[in-house]
C-alpha cells in the first residue's frame, strides 16, 4: 500500500470498524458455509478458538472492509479536492441531534479553551444575559444618556392621546365638528403639534441640565468633605513635633539599623561538617592513611603488568558486522585518564596532550613552572656554578673550617646566657605568636588543641633546661620531635639570636658576603653588586644595632629580609645563606617557616614558583653545608640542620611536585655524573645526604619511581664500583648501606650490592688466610687490603656504642672502636637484609658466605655485648638455612576450565511458562518481542492480501475499461456503418 | 704560571714564522735555517713551534725541489755554490729529522706527539716530491724504519705516539710498507716487556684497517675499493700505489712469527696485549692459525681475564680449523665466577658463552649447570650485569626445551632439604643441577632495578612460551642510572606522612644503626 497521501483518509479505518459494530446485528450462519478445523492433539480442558471458521464470510467481510478503506483510498489517489463534511456528528447514526448538539457545544468550549491559562477559569468565556453580556448589563453609564429609556414607555413619540386620536388617520369624523368650535384649520393644528413638542423637548432639557448641575454640585462638594471625614485627627495633630523627632532619630539610627538589617539578611554560616571529636577525627586519619598505604602498596607491587602484556595479547574489542568497513573512523580506543596536580596543569605526556585539547596544558614544561622557568633555570644553574666555584675557592684557601669551629666555641660559651632569660621567653613567645598569627594558616583544630599542652611542655622543658648543664640541654631540644618544640625553639630562636647575631655574624657573613660577592663578579654588572653589597652594608648596620634593641629589630630585620627574598633572582641563594647563617637549626627552621608561610602559594600567583626556587636554593644550602666537613662537630651540626630543615623540604615539595622532582633528579644528575669521573672513590656526605633526602621525600617502595629508582641505582654503583680499603670508604659504604636498607624495608628488594659490600666487609674483619679463602664479589677482591677490620687486640673490656657515629665520617685512622662497630653495624644490616628473603630458596646459596665468614671471625677479642649479639645473629641464620626447604619450581597452575554440558532444567516451582526463571524486566521484554513477532507476522500478511486486493480492482478497472472502449468502438463501427447505409442508400437513390 | 707561558711561546712562535718565511723568501736568510736547528738544543720541554716551523720549511723545501741533487755517473762532485748549497740543505735535512725523531721521545706529551706528526708529514711530503726524481711510486721506507724505530722503544712506552700513528696507518701504503719495515725491524733476541708492549700496539694498529682477502676483493666492489683507499705518498700525475692485501697478510705473518719467538706470556699485560691482538686482528690473517693453538691452550689455563681472551682464539679455532679441545665446557664453566664482574671482557665472555652453548647437541646435564651458575652469578651482579646474565639464561632455556624442568617440575614436586646442585664441582654435568630448580631468578623477581625484575619474570615465563632467543643484546652504553632518569611518569608520588625530621616515618633504619645527631 503507498504511503497516505491525504490525512483525511487515515481514520477511514477506524470509521468502518465503528461503523461495523453498530450494525452488530448476527446474521444466521449458513451451516454449508461453516468449515471445521482438525484438531490433530485433543487436550482436555482446553477452549479453542479456532475449531471452527468462516471462510466465505470472513473472505467477504475482508474484501468488504478493504473495499471501504483501501478502495476508497484508491478511489481518491491523485486528486486533489474533496469536499469534506466536517461537522460533527455529521454522519454519525447513532447520535440523535440533541447529541450532536452537545458533542458540538462542547468541542466549541474545547477549542475555546487555550492552554494559555488554565487557570483563569472565566476570563475568555464571555457569559450572556439574554443575548447581552454581563459587562454590557453591569455598565453604570451616565444619566444622561440614558433619556431613551424615558421616551420609550410612551407612544407615538410622546404626543399627546388626544393629538393622536384626533391628528391621526384623519380624525374622527364623530368628533370633528365638536372641535369645529374651536375652528383650529389642520394647518393650525400641525403648527400647534410642533411648538408643543418642541416645548415639551426644551423642558425637558433644562429638567436634565438642572439635575446635572445638581449632582456636580453635590460631587465637588464630596470631595472637598471627603478628607476631612477620613483623616485620623491624631496625626493631623503631631505630625509637625514628633515627626521632625522620629526623622532626627532615625538619621541617628540609621547605622545601626543599616547593620542590624544587613546582619539579618546576611547570609547565616553554611551549614557544615559538625566539629569532629578526637576520635572521630583521628580514626578519619587512621582511614585516610590505610587508603594511602594500601595505594602504596599497590605501587610497589606496580608494575607487574610491564611485563604481563607480553603474554597476553589484548583482547580486540568487539565490533559488530555492521560496522566493518563502512568507512567511519573509529574512536582511538586507548583511554587516557587526566589528571591534573596542584598547579591545575595536566599531568600527561605532552605527546597526549597535543591530541587532546586540555585547558591550562602549557606546551612544553611536564613540570608546574610557567614558561619562565627555562630561563630561570639556565639562571640557577649559572649560580649554582657560581657558588661552586665560592666553595672551591673557599676549599682552597682552606680557612673554612675556622669560622665554624669559632661559632662552635662561641656557641659553648653562649649558652649560659640563654638560661638566663626565661621571662623573656615568655614575652617573645607571645610576641612571635602574634605575628604569626598573620600569617599561619588555619591550623588543625588538633593541633590548636594541642598547643595548649605543649606550652605547658615546653615551659616544663625550660625549667629542666635552667637546671641542667649547658650541653646535654640542646640534645633534648633537638631530639624533641620539632612539632613539639614549635613553641620553645621560637623562644629559643631569639635568645640564641642575640647571642649568636650578634659575636659571630659579622665574621661569619663577611666572609660568606666576600665568597658570594667573588661569585657574582663574573657574571653580574657592577651596578648590581654596589647595590647588593649597600644591602649588605644595611643588614650589618642593624645587625650591629641588634645590640641594644634585641628581639623586635631582629624579627623585623627576618621580616624584611623575607620580604625581599625574591627581589634579586641572582641574589636568592645568598639571601638564603644570609637568612640561616649563624643561627642554630632549629633557628633556621623557625626562619624558613616564616619564609615559607610568607610565601604561601594562595596569597600570590607566582609564590609557586618563588618557593620551588627556594627549593632549589635549599637543596644547594644542604650541599654547602655537608660539603668539607672535616670534623665531628661540624658533621653533627650539618645533621641537626638537615633534620630541622627536612619537613620543610617535604612542604616545599608537595607544593610543586614537578618542579621539586625536577631539581632533585638534576642534582642526583649531576652528582651522578661527578661520581663517574671518579669511581672508585666514594662520594662525600654531600652526596649521601640526598639519598636521604629523597627517602623521606618520597615513598622509596614503589616499583619504579623518577627519583627513588635512580637514587637507589646510584648508590648501588656506589657500592659496586668503589674501592673501599680506608675508614672514609667504609664509613660512608655502611652509611649507604643502612641507606639502601631504608629504601628497601617496605618493599623487601633485592639490592645485590648492598649485601655484597656486606660480604666485603665480613671479609675485611675476618682472619682469613690465603689458604683458604672465601670468594668475594667485586669492588672487593681476594688478598686486598684483608684484616684491615680485623680485630688483633684484645678489647672484650672495652665498651663500646651500639651504634656508628658522626665521628666515624672524620674517622682518619681505623682504630678499634671504629672495628668493633663496623661489624657490629654490618651484622645488624645483614641480619635485616636476610629476613627479607626468608620465603625463597636462594636465600640459601646468597648468605651462606656471609655465614661462613662470620665464622672466621675471632669473637673472642670482642666487648661481650657484640660477640653475644653476632653470635646470635649467625645462629639465627644458620638455623633459618638449616630449616629451609626447597620446593622446586612450578608452573603455576591453570584452573581448567570445564566443557558446558546440558543438565536438566529443573524447576523448583513449576509455572509452566519459559520466562518464570527471567527477572521481571528481562520477562518483560520477552513477552514484547514475541508480541512484535507476531504482530509483524499479522502485518506483513495483511498487506500482502491488501496487494491482492488492489491488482484484482485494478485487473476489473482495466477490464471494465477495456469493455467500455469495445463497446464505443462498437457503437461508433456501429452509427459509421449506418452512415454508410444511408449513404449507400442515397447513392442508390440517385 | 700559566699568563707567563702563554705568552712565551706565541712570541717565539711568531719568530720562527718570520724566520721560516725570510729563509723561505730569499737565500740571504740561509742562516735561519741553521739557528732554528740550532734552537733544539735550548729547548727542553716543548718543542712544538719549532717541530712546526721545519715542517713548514722542508715541506715547502721539498715541494721546490731544492734539495734534489743532481748526481751525473762517472762525473766528480759538482763543486757549484749552488751544489754546494744543495747538499748543505740535504744536510739539514737530515739533521733536522733527527732532530724531530728525538723530539718523539722526550719532552710534553703534546710535543711528542707533534714530533710524530711531523715525521709523518714529512714522509709524506718526501714521498709526494721523492729526492731522487723518479716517475714511479716512491714510498721512502727508510723514513718510516726511522720512525718505528723511536717508536719501539725499550724503555718508553709509546702508547700515545703509537695511538696518535693510527691516522696513517689508515692509508694502505703506509700500512703495507708499515708491515714491511716492521717485520724488517722485528728481528730481536731478548726484548723488554715494554718494546714488546710497543711493538705489539703498534702492530695492532697497524692491522687496524682490515686487510681484504684477494679472492673477496677482486670478485666484489672493486671500484668502490679503488676509491675508497687512501694513499699517503701518492699523487695524481704518478703510478699509482700497487696495494697488495697478499704482501701485508705475509708481512703480518713475518711480523707475528717473530713475537711468537718473545716470552708473550711472562707478563700479564703483555699477554692481555698479545692475546686481543691476536684474537682481534691477526687470526684470520694467519697461514697457519693452529701454530697459534698452543699459545691460546695456555692461556686458556691461565685463568682470569687472560683466559676470557684465549677463549675467543679457541673458539675460533674450533669453529674454522677443526681443533678438538678437551674440557672446553668446563673451562668456560670455570670462568663464571664472581670475579668475572671486575675484567673488563664480562660482555665478551657472555657473548662467547651464548655461542658456545648454543649448539643444541650439548648434554642436558651441562647447560643445566650454566644455567644455574649464571643465575647465581646474576644474584649477585650488578644490576646490568644480572641483565645480561638472564637474558644468557633465557636464551639456553629457549634453546634448550629440557631445561625447562628447572622452572615447572610437572608431576607433583617433592621438597627438598637442600638445594641438590653443587657449586663447587668444577666439572659442568656433574653439578646435579638438573635435578634443582631456578630459584635465584625468582629471587631477581625482587630485584631493585625494574628491567632486571622484569627480565627475571620473563625468564621464569619462558616454561611456557616458544620464542625465538634472542642475540646478546651489544654492549649498551646508555647507563642504567640515565635510562631511568628518562622513562616518564604519570605522577610524582610523594610520602604521605610529613616527616618530623630526618627520621622517615615509614621504616627508618639510618638512625638505627646511626648516632648522628650527637
Known amino acids: 500500500m503507498a504511503k497516505v497521501k491525504n490525512k483525511r483518509n487515515s481514520g477511514l479505518a477506524d470509521k468502518v470498524h465503528n461503523k461495523r459494530k453498530v450494525d452488530g446485528v448476527k446474521k444466521k450462519l449458513n451451516p454449508f458455509e461453516v468449515h471445521i478445523n482438525r484438531e490433530k492433539i485433543k487436550v482436555l480442558g482446553k477452549k479453542s478458538k479456532h475449531d471452527r471458521g468462516l471462510p466465505g464470510v470472513s473472505r467477504g467481510k475482508a474484501i468488504q472492509k478493504r473495499k471501504e478503506t483501501l478502495g476508497t483510498e484508491m478511489k481518491l489517489m491523485n486528486k486533489t479536492n474533496a469536499f469534506i463534511d466536517r461537522r460533527i456528528g455529521e454522519k454519525n447514526n447513532q447520535l440523535s441531534s440533541e447529541d450532536r448538539m452537545i458533542a458540538r457545544f462542547a468541542a466549541e468550549r474545547a477549542r475555546q479553551h487555550s492552554k494559555k491559562d488554565i487557570y483563569n477559569l472565566a476570563d475568555d468565556e464571555i457569559l450572556t444575559h439574554r443575548g447581552q453580556t454581563l459587562e454590557q448589563i453591569e455598565k453604570f453609564d451616565d444619566p444622561r444618556s440614558s433619556d431613551e429609556d424615558d421616551d420609550e414607555g410612551k407612544k407615538f413619540g410622546g404626543l399627546g392621546d388626544d393629538f393622536v386620536s384626533e391628528g391621526h388617520f384623519g380624525g374622527g369624523i364623530l368628533s370633528k365638528t365638536e372641535a369645529k368650535d374651536g375652528a383650529k384649520s389642520h394647518k393650525d393644528l400641525i403648527e400647534q403639534l410642533i411648538a408643543e413638542s418642541k416645548k415639551r423637548k426644551a423642558e425637558k432639557q433644562k429638567e436634565k441640565e438642572q439635575t446635572l448641575d445638581l449632582t456636580e454640585k453635590l460631587d465637588s462638594e464630596w470631595k472637598d468633605l471627603q478628607p476631612v471625614v477620613f483623616k485620623r485627627p491624631r496625626i493631623e495633630e503631631k505630625e509637625s513635633v514628633i515627626d521632625k523627632l522620629l526623622k532626627q532619630a532615625e538619621k541617628k539610627n540609621e547605622a545601626y539599623d543599616k547593620m542590624m538589617r544587613e546582619l539579618r539578611f546576611e547570609k547565616r554560616g553554611t551549614p557544615s561538617d559538625g566539629l569532629k571529636s578526637d576520635e572521630k577525627q583521628a580514626k578519619e586519619e587512621r582511614e585516610r592513611l590505610e587508603k594511602l598505604e594500601q595505594e602504596r602498596l599497590q605501587r610497589m607491587e606496580g608494575d607487574d603488568e610491564v611485563f604481563a602484556p607480553r603474554t597476553q595479547k589484548p583482547t580486540p574489542k568487539h565490533r559488530s558486522a555492521d560496522d566493518l568497513d563502512d568507512n567511519f573512523d573509529l574512536e582511538d580506543e586507548k583511554e587516557i585518564m587526566l589528571a591534573y596536580d596542584k598547579d591545575g596543569k595536566p599531568l600527561l605526556p605532552e605527546n597526549v596532550l597535543k591530541d587532546y585539547s586540555v585547558p591550562n596544558a602549557k606546551p612544553k614544561f611536564e613540570d608546574g613552572i610557567s614558561d619562565t622557568s627555562s630561563d630561570d633555570d639556565a639562571d640557577d644553574e649559572s649560580e649554582e656554578d657560581e657558588e661552586e666555584e665560592a666553595n672551591d675557592s673557599g676549599s682552597e684557601e682552606d680557612d673554612d673550617g675556622e669560622p665554624n669551629q669559632n661559632e662552635s666555641l662561641d656557641k659553648k660559651d653562649e649558652k649560659p646566657n640563654k638560661i638566663n632569660s626565661t621571662n623573656d621567653k615568655q614575652e617573645s613567645t607571645d610576641e612571635s605568636d602574634d605575628e604569626s598569627d598573620d600569617n599561619e594558616e588555619i591550623n588543625d583544630l588538633k593541633e590548636e588543641k594541642g598547643n595548649t599542652l605543649k606550652k605547658q611542655k615546653s615551659i616544663e622543658l625550660k625549667k629542666e633546661n635552667k637546671s641542667e648543664a649547658s650541653k646535654t640541654k640542646e640534645k633534648e631540644v633537638t631530639n624533641i620531635p620539632e612539632n613539639k618544640t614549635k613553641e620553645t625553639s621560637k623562644a629559643n630562636t631569639i635568645d640564641k639570636k642575640e647571642a649568636n647575631g650578634i659575636l659571630i655574624g659579622d665574621d661569619e657573613d663577611e666572609s660568606d658576603d666576600e665568597s658570594g660577592d667573588g661569585s657574582d663578579d663574573g657574571s653580574e654588572e657592577d651596578d648590581e653588586i654596589e647595590s647588593e653589597k649597600e644591602g649588605v652594608d644595611d643588614l650589618k648596620d642593624l645587625k650591629e644595632s641588634e645590640e641594644e634593641s634585641a628581639d623586635e629589630v631582629d624579627a623585623e630585620e627576618e621580616t624584611e629580609k623575607i620580604g625581599s627574598f625574591f627581589d634579586l633572582k641572582l641574589a636568592e641563594g645568598d639571601n638564603l645563606k644570609e637568612l640561616l647563617t649563624g643561627k642554630t637549626p632549629s633557628q633556621q627552621s623557625a626562619a624558613l617557616q616564616k619564609l615559607i608561610k610568607s610565601y604561601d602559594p594562595g596569597l600570590a600567583v607566582n609564590n609557586k614558583e618563588l618557593l620551588s626556587r627556594l627549593f632549589a636554593h635549599m637543596l644547594q644550602y644542604v650541599n654547602d653545608i655537608f660539603t668539607d666537613l672535616k670534623d665531628e662537630g661540624d658533621i653533627i651540626k650539618a645533621f641537626l640542620i638537615f633534620d630541622k630543615l627536612a619537613p620543610h623540604f617535604y612542604d616545599l615539595a608537595q607544593t610543586n611536585k614537578v618542579s621539586t622532582k625536577k631539581f632533585l633528579v638534576e642534582l642526583l644528575k649531576e652528582k651522578h655524573d661527578n661520581y663517574l669521573k671518579r669511581p672508585k672513590r666514594i662520594p662525600d656526605l654531600d652526596t649521601l645526604i640526598f639519598f636521604k633526602l629523597v627517602s623521606l621525600i618520597y615513598p622509596t617502595s614503589d616499583f619504579r619511581h623518577p627519583v627513588t629508582t635512580p637514587s637507589l641505582i646510584f648508590m648501588s654503583e656506589i657500592l659496586s664500583l668503589s674501592r673501599f680499603g680506608d675508614a672514609f670508604s667504609i664509613s660512608r659504604g655502611l652509611f649507604v648501606t643502612s641507606l639502601v636498607l631504608e629504601y628497601t624495608i617496605l618493599s623487601k628488594r633485592l639490592v645485590p650490592s648492598a649485601v655484597n659490600f656486606l660480604r666485603g666487609i665480613l671479609y675485611l674483619c675476618a682472619n682469613t688466610s690465603i689458604l683458604n679463602p672465601i670468594q668475594v664479589v667485586p669492588p672487593f677482591k681476594l688478598h686486598r687490603d684483608a684484616k684491615i677490620l680485623n680485630l688483633e687486640d684484645d678489647c672484650s673490656k672495652m665498651v663500646v656504642e651500639n651504634k656508628m657515629a658522626a665521628k666515624d665520617f672524620a674517622l682518619g685512622e681505623i682504630d678499634d672502636d671504629f672495628k668493633i662497630r663496623c661489624l657490629n653495624a654490618s651484622m645488624g644490616l645483614l641480619k635485616e637484609f636476610f629476613d627479607y628473603f626468608n620465603e625463597f630458596e636462594a636465600q640459601a646459596c646468597l648468605f651462606e658466605p656471609h655465614i661462613n665468614l662470620a665464622g672466621r671471625i675471632d669473637l673472642d677479642l670482642y666487648p661481650k655485648k657484640v660477640r653475644s649479639k653476632v653470635s646470635e645473629i649467625v645462629n639465627y641464620m644458620k638455623s633459618a638455612l638449616e630449616v629451609k626447604t626447597f620446593t622446586p619450581l612450578t608452573k603455576e597452575q591453570k584452573k581448567v576450565k570445564a566443557l558446558r554440558l546440558y543438565e536438566p532444567d529443573f524447576q523448583e516451582v513449576f509455572t509452566g511458562s519459559k520466562s518464570s526463571k527471567l527477572s521481571r524486566e528481562n520477562a518483560e521484554r520477552a513477552r514484547l518481542q514475541t508480541k512484535y513477532k507476531r504482530e509483524m507476522k499479522g502485518a506483513l500478511r495483511e498487506i500482502r492480501r491488501d496487494k491482492a486486493y488492489i491488482a484484482s480492482v485494478k485487473i476489473r478497472q482495466k477490464i471494465h475499461g477495456d469493455n467500455m472502449r469495445k463497446d464505443k468502438v462498437k457503437q461508433i463501427y456501429k452509427e459509421a456503418s449506418i452512415q454508410q447505409g444511408e449513404l449507400n442508400k442515397l447513392k442508390r437513390m440517385k | ?518
Request: glycine share 2%.
Open chain 2, 1 to 518: 704560571m700559566a699568563a707567563v707561558q702563554q705568552n712565551l711561546p706565541k712570541m717565539v712562535s711568531a719568530q720562527l714564522r718570520n724566520k721560516a718565511n725570510e729563509f723561505l723568501n730569499s737565500r740571504k736568510y740561509a742562516n735561519n735555517l741553521a739557528d732554528i736547528l740550532q734552537m733544539f738544543e735550548a729547548e727542553t720541554d716543548n718543542y712544538s713551534p719549532l717541530l712546526l716551523t721545519i715542517e713548514v720549511i722542508f715541506t715547502e723545501l721539498l715541494r721546490r725541489g731544492d734539495l734534489i741533487e743532481e748526481i751525473v755517473p762517472l762525473k766528480p762532485v759538482d763543486q757549484s755554490p749552488e751544489a754546494e748549497y744543495t747538499r748543505w740543505l740535504r744536510e739539514c735535512y737530515e739533521t733536522a729529522l733527527a732532530r724531530a725523531l728525538e723530539c718523539v721521545t722526550r719532552g710534553r706529551t703534546n710535543s711528542r706527539l707533534q714530533a710524530l706528526v711531523t715525521c709523518c708529514k714529512l714522509l709524506q711530503a718526501e714521498g709526494k716530491h721523492p729526492l731522487e726524481s723518479s716517475t714511479g711510486y716512491f714510498f721512502p721506507s727508510v723514513r718510516l724504519k726511522n720512525i718505528f724505530t723511536v717508536l719501539l722503544d725499550s724503555e718508553q712506552s709509546m702508547s700515545a705516539p703509537i695511538a696518535r700513528f693510527q691516522e696513517f696507518t689508515e692509508y694502505r701504503d703506509v700500512q703495507q710498507y708499515g708491515l714491511k719495515v716492521l717485520s724488517a725491524l722485528a728481528y730481536r733476541k731478548s726484548p723488554t716487556p715494554t718494546y714488546m708492549q710497543n711493538y705489539l700496539e703498534l702492530l695492532d694498529k697497524l692491522l687496524l684497517t682490515e686487510i681484504q682477502f684477494e679472492n673477496k676483493t677482486k670478485l666484489k666492489n672493486r671500484d668502490n675499493e679503488e676509491k675508497e683507499e687512501k694513499i699517503l705518498c701518492g699523487s695524481e700525475d704518478k703510478v699509482p700505489f700497487p696495494y697488495n692485501p697478499g704482501v701485508c697478510r705475509r708481512y703480518a705473518n713475518r711480523c707475528w712469527s717473530f713475537a711468537c719467538q718473545w716470552p708473550l706470556c711472562a707478563e700479564p699485560r703483555t699477554h692481555r696485549r698479545a692475546l686481543l691482538l691476536l684474537v682481534e686482528r691477526l687470526m684470520p690473517l694467519l697461514t697457519r692459525p693452529h701454530l697459534a693453538t698452543d699459545m691460546l691452550c695456555d692461556s686458556l689455563d691461565a685463568g682470569g681475564p687472560i683466559s676470557m681472551l684465549a677463549l675467543q682464539g679457541v673458539l675460533e679455532l674450533v669453529r674454522r680449523h677443526n681443533i678438538n679441545y678437551p674440557d672446553m665446557y668446563d673451562r668456560l664453566y670455570a670462568m663464571f665466577e664472581p670475579e668475572m664482574f671486575a675484567t673488563r671482557y664480562k660482555k665478551r665472555l657472555m657473548h662467547l658463552a651464548d655461542i658456545f652453548l648454543s649448539s643444541t647437541h650439548l648434554p642436558e646435564s651441562l647447560v643445566a649447570a650454566f644455567a644455574k651458575r649464571l643465575s647465581r652469578l646474576a644474584l649477585v651482579a650488578a644490576p646490568g650485569d644480572a641483565g645480561a646474565l638472564l637474558q644468557l639464561v633465557h636464551n639456553l632455556l629457549l634453546r634448550h626445551p629440557p631445561l625447562k624442568r628447572m622452572l615447572c617440575r610437572e608431576p607433583d614436586p617433592t621438597i627438598m632439604s637442600s638445594d641438590p646442585y653443587v657449586m663447587e664441582e668444577t666439572c659442568a654435568s656433574r653439578s646435579r643441577a638438573l635435578g634443582s630448580s631456578l630459584w635465584e631468578v625468582s629471587l631477581l623477581r625482587r630485584h631493585h632495578v625494574p628491567a632486571v625484575c622484569s627480565e627475571a619474570a620473563r625468564v621464569l615465563a619462558a616454561a611456557s612460551e616458544r620464542a625465538q632467543p634472542v642475540s646478546m643484546a651489544p654492549p649498551e652504553d646508555a647507563q642504567l642510572f640515565d635510562a631511568e632518569l628518562k622513562k616518564r611518569f604519570k605522577t610524582i608520588e610523594m610520602n604521605f606522612i610529613r616527616p618530623q625530621g630526618m627520621t622517615s616515618p615509614s621504616g627508618e633504619r639510618v638512625m638505627q644503626f646511626w648516632e648522628l645527631m650527637a
